[in-house]
């Protein structure tokens, strides 16, 4: 049960959106998807909406296309129809590590894209892939390159919401590896998780769990694709990382960069025998 | 745009019947199931999208209604456990004593007839990624994956003896 009260609404077109959200504003509402992490969230009072936006009736929110040129993904498209439809491969492998398959049913890319829980895992694919990242605003709609928007979170205004990911056709077969380690249990959130993509010979990497953000780095990526061997350029990329490793209950800093070194060994020794 | 504002009446087609209730936009569907419409088959456990033993399937998925607003269900389609009837599902949960203390089983049966539904064809892994989403304490997770054998035929079956 939410033990207080806040106002539903469902716009049907991204005006009436940002429209309601400018309204509202001084009063807390929320933009809403999937729900799960809201409602969570509210149950346990670390949250306090006084209102909460549905973007599920939004047509731009919720459709997958592929053109000549692109995919493009709806922000409020569940995780399951995202890995069903396996248009990206890539994509739809991190997703099947995420939550469990109800929850998958629920959980939308958007949402976990933005959510605050640290992981944030459908991200990865996106940030390897460069994507597109359409945003509604109060001044009408950008594009920008997810990269831009990307510092650990999705960096977006008050009443900015997404809308679509945009994603280059060239990425969606590339050659890509996916690692998730969990401490105990198949279904958790990740010690680390490592995406990787090959593009014109170079790899490209990805992480979440390690630190308390989800991150590309490039520094990585010319460490990665050193001609040393796979014990020294995972050491390297020990040393490189953009923040000091996540210390808690689910795995020690010490112990998440001893998982993160054998994984990196595991993946490149993996990648040279193909 | 549709808006609810403090507590309103709500159509929802639980079962394929149209029932009308007083909601808040804050309540949990779990809760509107069982405190407004006497369906009691959803079960609370974690209330945290965890444990699954609340699933219900909106428009053939199968979602845990600790984690849906009532308001948002509106103009879809709700199947509880008490909308099956005499399905595969249900006879081979009894067949093959799926079931300990019976707490999971309605959320079970609920993603299992949405697995059928949705893919007859699944096979052992679809099936382990579905039913991974609900947790059994009483330890029978090898009758249900008998049970769920039985009636998706691309399931292997490790030991198919019904107990009468």
């Given at each position: 049960m939410i033990p207080f009260d806040f106002d539903y609404y469902r716009p049907e077109t991204l005006h009436e959106a940002v429209h309601i959200y400018q309204e509202l504003k001084s009063a807390n509402p929320f933009y809403y998807s999937g729900g799960s992490e809201i409602i969570s969230m509210s149950r346990l009072g670390s949250i306090c909406p006084s209102a909460v936006i549905d973007l599920k009736a939004i047509p731009e929110c919720t459709c997958m296309d592929i053109t000549s040129k692109s995919l493009i993904i709806g922000s409020a498209v569940s995780l399951t129809r995202i890995a069903e439809s396996n248009l990206f491969p890539f994509l739809s492998t991190t997703i099947?590590?995420?939550?469990?398959h109800t929850n998958q049913c629920r959980i939308t890319i958007g949402g976990n894209v933005c959510g605050t829980i640290i992981y944030r895992e459908s991200v990865i694919p996106l940030l390897i892939s460069e994507c597109d990242v359409v945003v509604q605003t109060a001044n009408g709609l950008k594009n920008r390159k997810i990269n831009e928007l990307w510092n650990g979170r999705m960096i977006l205004e008050q009443g900015d919401f997404i809308v679509q990911f945009i994603i280059d056709?060239?990425?969606?077969?590339l050659p890509y590896f996916h690692i998730k380690k969990v401490k105990n249990e198949k279904i958790d959130y990740p010690l680390i998780t490592i995406g990787m993509l090959k593009k014109d010979g170079l790899l490209r990497a990805a992480f979440s769990g390690i630190c308390e953000f989800p991150f590309r780095s490039l520094k990585i990526e010319k460490i990665l694709n050193e001609k040393e061997s796979p014990d020294s350029v995972a050491q390297k990329i020990c040393n490189a990382l953009p923040a000091p490793p996540i210390n808690n209950i689910d795995g020690s800093d010490g112990y998440r960069l001893f998982v993160l070194k054998n994984t990196i060994v595991e993946m490149l020794k993996k990648i040279g025998e193909i | 745009m549709i808006e609810y504002k403090g507590k309103s009446v709500v159509e929802l087609n639980v079962n394929n019947e149209i029932r009308s209730v007083a909601v808040r936009p804050s309540d949990l569907l779990i809760d509107v199931l069982r405190n407004q419409l006497g369906l009691t088959g959803a079960k609370p456990g974690c209330l945290n999208g965890d444990c699954g033993a609340c699933t219900v399937i909106i428009d053939n998925l199968p979602v845990k209604s600790c984690l849906v607003l009532a308001v948002e269900t509106a103009g879809h389609k709700i199947l509880t456990v008490e909308g099956l009837k005499n399905t595969p599902e249900q006879d081979a949960f009894v067949n093959f004593s799926a079931f300990q203390c019976g707490y999971c089983t309605s959320g079970f049966l609920m993603v299992c007839h949405a697995l059928r539904i949705m893919?007859?064809?699944?096979d052992e892994y679809v099936m382990e990624e579905w039913l991974e989403s609900n947790i059994c304490r009483c330890t029978s997770y090898s009758e249900i994956r008998n049970a769920v054998s039985s009636f998706l035929p691309n399931v292997h079956n490790p030991s198919s003896k019904v107990i009468k």
């Open positions: 099947k590590r995420i939550a469990d056709r060239e990425y969606l077969f | 893919h007859p064809d699944a």
